[in-house]
C-alpha cells in the first residue's frame, strides 16, 4: 500500500465514565487528529453506546480489557495503534493499557484522575448502600446506572503510583484549573509519577467535559501536533502533478472529506443548518477557488510586466445558503447569479495600472468557468477509470481516506 493512500497513525479513544464514543469533545478531539492524518477509534466501553454487555458487570479493570481488544482489532484488521488518548477515567484507563499495548509510543490524557478510585467521590452518597447490599442505582449525569460493590473493590485495588512510573511511553496532560469534576491536583501527581518525557498543557478556561467546542478543538490540535514527535511520521512527498480531486461523506454528518492531490481539507456547514463548523460551505469553496485564481492570475501578470505590485487582496461575497438551495435542487431553473468581487491593490501603481489589472482579474480561467454553458456530466461509477481506479478508490476509502475518525468497532461480552 502506498504511504500516500493510509493515515500516518492510528490512535484510540477511550471516553470518560458513564460517557459514550459520541460525547462532542470526543468526535472534536478526533476530527482535529484525523486533519493531521492520524485516524482515530472511538468505541464504547461495554454496555454503553452502541455495545453490547451489561454495563452493571464492568469495572476498570473491564476498561482496560476493552481498550486491548481494541487494540487487537486495529492489529488484526487496519495497523496497531501508535497513540492512547483518554478523557477522564478513560484517561486513568488509557494510562494502564499502555503498559500492554508495545506498539504505543505516545499517551495522552484530558482531565484525567491521578487514581481511579477517584470516581467514589460521584458516589459518596450511595458507597453505603452499595457496599452494605452490594450494588445500588445511582444517577449519574442525569441517567440511571447500576453500581456493584466489585466495581468499588476494583478501582480500591490500583496502584496508580507504580503503574504510571512504569510507563515507557511519551505522555501528554492536558487539564483544566477550572475543573470542578476531577481538580487540578491530579495532573500534577501524574505528572509527577510520570518519567520522561512528559509535557503538560493547561486547558484554561474549560470546564471537565470540555462542552466548548474551541476547547476540544483545541485540546485535539494540541495532541496532533505532539504526538507527531514521537512517531514514526513518513517524510512529506513532493507534490504530484494528480489534478484528481476525491470527496467523501459518512452517514450521520454534512462534514465532507475531500482529496485533492495530495492536500487534504474539509468542507462543512454551520451548526445552525445541522453542520459541525469544521470547515468552509461548498459556496465558501467556490468562491475561495475564484479568489485565489483571480489573486495568482493578477500576480503572474504583474511579474512578467515588472509591475510593482505589493499584494492583492480578492474580497468576494454572494447572497445565497447552499441549505436552502440545496432543498430546491430539483429546480433546474435555480441558480447563483450573482458574485460581488472587490478587489484591492496595493504597491506603486498609476491609474492606468490599475485598470489593466482590474481586466487581467476578469480573465482569471475559474471565472471564465463560472460563465454560462459550462458543461458538467455525471454518472455512476460502474466502470473502471472513470476518474480514477476503482482499486485505488477503494484502497484509499478503506484506509480512511487518510483521516477518518472510524467508529464502527463495539464491544461484545
Not at 321 to 349: H, V
Request: proline share 4%; glycine share 6%; hydrophobic share 40%.
Amino acid at each position: 500500500m502506498p504511504v500516500d493512500n493510509k493515515p500516518v497513525a492510528c490512535a484510540i479513544f477511550a471516553h470518560c465514565f458513564t460517557c459514550t464514543k459520541d460525547l462532542s469533545a470526543v468526535k472534536n478531539i478526533s476530527n482535529a487528529l484525523t486533519q493531521r492524518s492520524i485516524a482515530v477509534l472511538r468505541f464504547d466501553f461495554t454496555g454503553l453506546g452502541e455495545s453490547e454487555g451489561d454495563f452493571s458487570d464492568t469495572n476498570f479493570s473491564s476498561n482496560v480489557d476493552d481498550l486491548i481488544a481494541a487494540s487487537e482489532f486495529l492489529k488484526g484488521e487496519y495497523e496497531a495503534p501508535g497513540i492512547l488518548i483518554g478523557h477522564s477515567l478513560g484517561g486513568a484507563a488509557v494510562l494502564r493499557a499502555a503498559l500492554q499495548i508495545k506498539s504505543v509510543k505516545a499517551v495522552a490524557v484530558v482531565g484525567a484522575p491521578f487514581d481511579p478510585a477517584h470516581i467514589k467521590k460521584l458516589l459518596m452518597d450511595d458507597i453505603k448502600v452499595i457496599e452494605s447490599k452490594g450494588s445500588a442505582t445511582v444517577s449519574i449525569g442525569g441517567r440511571p446506572f447500576k453500581i456493584k460493590k466489585k466495581f468499588i473493590d476494583d478501582i480500591l485495588q490500583s496502584n496508580p503510583q507504580e503503574k504510571i512510573s512504569g510507563i515507557k511511553k511519551a505522555l501528554l496532560i492536558l487539564h483544566s484549573p477550572e475543573d470542578n469534576i476531577v481538580g487540578i491536583e491530579n495532573a500534577g501527581m501524574i505528572y509527577k509519577a510520570a518519567k520522561h518525557p512528559k509535557s503538560f498543557i493547561s486547558l484554561d478556561g474549560a470546564d471537565h467535559l470540555l462542552s466548548k467546542k474551541e476547547d476540544s478543538l483545541y485540546a485535539g490540535e494540541v495532541i496532533a501536533s505532539w504526538a507527531q514527535r514521537y512517531l514514526d511520521i513518513p517524510q512529506s512527498k513532493p507534490i504530484s502533478t494528480n489534478k484528481q480531486v476525491v470527496v467523501r461523506i459518512g452517514e450521520d454528518s454534512l462534514t465532507t472529506e475531500i482529496k485533492s492531490g495530495d492536500h487534504l481539507l474539509l468542507a462543512d456547514e454551520p451548526e445552525s443548518v445541522g453542520g459541525n463548523n469544521l470547515g468552509p460551505s461548498p459556496y465558501d469553496l467556490l468562491l475561495s477557488g475564484l479568489g485565489a485564481c483571480t489573486a495568482m492570475t493578477v500576480r503572474m501578470y504583474a511579474t512578467r510586466k515588472k509591475i510593482r505590485l505589493n499584494e492583492i487582496r480578492v474580497h468576494l461575497q454572494h447572497s445565497r445558503e447552499y441549505a436552502k438551495d440545496c432543498e430546491n435542487c430539483q429546480n433546474t431553473s435555480s441558480k447563483i447569479d450573482k458574485i460581488e468581487r472587490i478587489i484591492e491593490f496595493e504597491g506603486e501603481l498609476t491609474a492606468d495600472q490599475k485598470t489593466r489589472l482590474l481586466e487581467i482579474a476578469n480573465k482569471c480561467p475559474v471565472h471564465k468557468t463560472l460563465l454560462p454553458d459550462i458543461e458538467i456530466n455525471t454518472r455512476l461509477n460502474n466502470e473502471r477509470n472513470i476518474f480514477y481506479d476503482q482499486q485505488i478508490s477503494n484502497s484509499m476509502f478503506n484506509n480512511f481516506l487518510y483521516h477518518i475518525s472510524f467508529n464502527k468497532f463495539t464491544i461484545s461480552k
